[in-house]
């Protein structure tokens, strides 16, 4: 019996013993299982985290840029209407400085500036070369060119000037004075209105281009000379002018009735 008990209490340690570690390993186990999963959920949502910021970068410098590609490729929406419209006619007088016209006129709701520019800046010449139109206002500008002769035995007429001339618009804020650096200060919102190409005329040839031709150069004598001449003076009359000097007048009169009643009574 008593060897019975002892086996049995050495059976009780033996169990006792071997279930003790099995039972803290276990938890120890499951604690470390479960904190790697919580820090494995952690650095997923976190990875998660940095690829959505990656992606919305990704997408909107994208867009951004696809924005401004299909702006490009829009057509321009014009401010300026011109009269002609893409062409300025000459009279062809080889040798001699000759002269167009054209017409330009502001078709927005706001303040534009406009600019010419040429591919032969020494031979040909605007005038004015830019300025600032309000809305609804127009102008007639003159444009100079000397013609040179023709070569290679081609005929007068036929002769084809690779001279070229450009119109640029940039929308400004109200009244203001013209300088052309706005167009350098502002180069990405300046649009380019028109390629004007140079057509020859017949100056013995009547036709209904060198009619409006002539009509529309006298038109810019006409304005230029028009403002060249002095503001004429329409502003009211100030009262207090007028009136200090009747003052003066009356006072002088006076005085000089004094005088010659003076030299009577003398007499």
Avoid at 9 to 20: L, Q
Wanted: charged share 25%; hydrophobic share 35%; proline share 8%.
């Amino acid at each position: 019996m008593a060897v019975e008990s002892d086996r049995t209490g050495s059976d009780g340690k033996a169990w006792s013993f071997c279930s003790m570690p099995f039972w803290q390993t276990t938890t120890h186990a499951s604690s470390s299982s479960s904190s790697t999963t919580s820090s494995m959920h952690h650095n997923s949502v976190h990875h998660q985290s940095q690829i959505l910021q990656s992606l919305d970068r990704s997408t909107h410098q994208p867009s951004t840029t696809v924005s401004s590609v299909a702006k490009s490729l829009l057509p321009t929406r014009r401010r300026l209407r011109l009269d002609p419209p893409n062409k300025l006619y000459f009279p062809y007088e080889p040798g001699k400085q000759v002269r167009s016209a054209i017409a330009i006129k502001n078709t927005c709701k706001s303040h534009v500036a406009f600019k010419f520019q040429t591919t032969a800046p020494k031979s040909c010449y605007m005038r004015p070369p830019g300025g600032i139109l309000a809305p609804g206002e127009s102008i007639i500008a003159t444009v100079f060119k000397f013609v040179e002769p023709p070569e290679n035995n081609e005929k007068p007429i036929d002769q084809k000037s690779r001279v070229k001339f450009k119109i640029m618009s940039l929308k400004v804020k109200g009244e203001m004075d013209y300088v052309p650096e706005l167009f350098d200060e502002q180069r990405d919102h300046v649009a380019v209105e028109q390629i004007l190409r140079v057509v020859f005329l017949d100056p013995e040839r009547p036709s209904p281009a060198l009619d409006k031709l002539k009509r529309q150069l006298a038109e810019a004598e006409a304005a230029l000379e028009a403002r060249k001449k002095p503001p004429e003076e329409t502003g009211p009359r100030v009262a207090g002018e007028g009136l200090v000097i009747d003052e003066w007048k009356e006072r002088r009169e006076r005085y000089l009735a004094r005088q010659q009643v003076e030299v009577v009574d003398s007499v």
